[in-house]
Structures are given as C-alpha cells and as structure tokens.
C-alpha cells in the first residue's frame, strides 16, 4: 500500500513522484516529485489523520541541499498516485536542520516559522479552579505538550500551574479556546490578550437580537 511506499522512500533516502489534490485551486490534481522524510499522525478534534513531512524537488539532482524554508507537510489523504523513483540523491541537510525536529515545538502540524527551529514562546497555564476539575489529572497523566514544566501543584485545591515551549499559532489559539472553561493563559500577555478578544467575539455572536 502506499503508505509502505512512503516508510519505505524514508527509510531508504529515495525521491517519490505523487498525485495530490490541490485545495487551494478547486482540488485539481497536480504532480510534483518530493523527498520524503518524515510522517505524522495528527488530530485536532474535527479531522485525524496522516502527513507527510517532504521537500519538493526538479528533475533527478545528483545532490540535494535540503532547507527548512523549502519543507512542506500534506495530507495523505489527498494524494491519489505514487511512484517510486529509482535514483538515490546524495542529501546533506542544512546546518542545524534535523526533520525529527520539525514538530517539536507546534501543537499540530502547521508552522508560521520556517527559519529557525528553535523560535518558540514559553507560555505559561493554569488550571481554572471550580467544584469539578477534570483536567488537573489530565494533565499530570497526558501532558498538555511535550515540553511541559509543571511549575505549581496544589493537589487538595485541584490546581495546576505550567509551562510550555510552544510557537504561537493559529492551532495554539484553537486548543486553548477549546479547552478555556479549564484552563487560562497566565503569560505572555500578547497570547492572553487574543485569547480574551476571541472568546468575546465568539459570545458577541450569541448576545445579537438576530431570532433568524
């Protein structure tokens, strides 16, 4: 199956040619051949699924220099086709790059940063406290991120204070607004702010006199 094709293309350091819907002109299908290094499986509560880590390539170079601003990620639920291309490039990886770490400091699958690997926000959380506080246990079992710090625990009260090394994007945003009846940004004030202004924006629709 294809997904083999792809574990395999990694593991062997081999360029593949793939079929994809383009989403962003009417699902046309589009061919590109790519240098597979990596696949993920991500969920966000409304789609789970699987994607590929590749930077897109011309022709058969003898030699590629892979960047981090050229990587791209895509669903493999929208590739129809793929080819094995029988040549193995010689890859040497920019300085600093190494694609294990791509993800390490996102929520998901998208990054704003393309440049350094290594820019990243320490934002600080805390547990809301309430008669009933699930996620306190939660979170000590399933940490919230991998870079996770618990920097208070008040175990009789059911409160927790923590940080993460994350980078600030829209799936950060998503993930605390999901979760905003539980937990609260503490800093940076730049996060808490938008987190504030989109929860009032959100109840702002349901305060309107609109009965349609």
């Given at each position: 199956n294809s997904f083999g094709i792809f574990l395999k293309a990694i593991r062997n350091k081999q360029p593949l040619e793939i079929t994809y819907f383009?989403?962003?002109?009417?699902?046309?299908?589009?061919?590109?051949?790519?240098?597979?290094?990596?696949?993920?499986?991500?969920?966000?509560?409304?789609?789970?699924?699987?994607y590929l880590l590749s930077v897109e390539i011309?022709?058969?170079?003898?030699q590629l220099n892979l960047k981090l601003s050229k990587i791209r990620v895509i669903g493999l639920d929208r590739i129809t086709a793929v080819k094995q291309?029988?040549?193995?490039?010689k890859v040497i990886f920019e300085e600093g790059f190494n694609p294990?770490?791509?993800?390490?400091?996102?929520?998901?699958?998208?990054?704003?940063?393309?440049?350094k690997i290594v820019?990243?926000?320490?934002?600080?959380l805390e547990t809301i406290s309430k008669e009933s506080i699930w996620i306190y246990d939660y979170l000590k079992k399933y940490p919230f991120h991998p870079t996770q710090k618990i920097l208070e625990d008040n175990r009789e009260m059911?409160?927790?204070?923590?940080?993460?090394?994350?980078?600030?994007?829209?799936?950060?945003?998503?993930?605390l607004l999901k979760?905003?009846?539980?937990?609260?940004?503490?800093?940076?004030?730049?996060?808490?702010?938008?987190?504030?202004?989109?929860?009032?924006?959100?109840?702002?629709?349901?305060?309107?006199?609109?009965?349609?």
């Open positions: 383009n989403l962003q002109n009417n699902n046309h299908l589009k061919t590109k051949r790519i240098f597979p290094m990596m696949l993920r499986e991500y969920t966000n509560g409304w789609i789970t699924g699987w011309d022709g058969t170079p003898k291309l029988d040549y193995y490039p294990a770490d791509y993800f390490k400091y996102t929520m998901g699958i998208s990054r704003d940063n393309l440049v820019e990243n926000k320490r934002v600080v059911r409160y927790l204070k923590f940080s993460v090394q994350v980078e600030e994007n829209w799936e950060l945003e998503q993930f979760y905003s009846t539980d937990i609260r940004v503490v800093n940076p004030p730049s996060i808490k702010s938008r987190i504030e202004g989109m929860l009032r924006d959100g109840l702002s629709y349901y305060s309107t006199n609109d009965s349609n």
